[in-house]
């Protein structure tokens, strides 16, 4: 297991957690040549996919096509 000392931690401390996240190795932080803290990767999460999960759960009325207002209505269109 890798070890690092709490000064050279703070200085590289948001690379040091990429490199736990991309290579999954905890390293422990030492002051004073003693463990003090470790730096961990999250346990994998096995949530389902959320893309299409509320496929089917909605209706669509009228024409989504359409312009919200006519356009006579729209200030940026008057001359």
Do not use: H, N, Y
């Not at 690379?15 to 190795?25: A, F, P, T």
Request: glycine content about 8%; charged content about 30%.
């Amino acid at each position: 297991m890798r070890t690092i000392p709490a000064g050279r931690f703070k200085q590289t401390c948001l690379r040091l957690i990429d490199e736990v996240g991309v290579s999954r190795e905890p390293i422990v932080i030492t002051k004073r040549g003693k463990p003090v803290a470790q730096l961990a990767p999250l346990p994998a999460s096995e949530r389902p996919d959320w893309f299409g999960s509320m496929r089917g759960r909605g209706r669509i009325l009228g024409d989504i096509m359409a312009p919200a207002a006519d356009l006579d209505e729209w200030d940026a269109l008057r001359d």
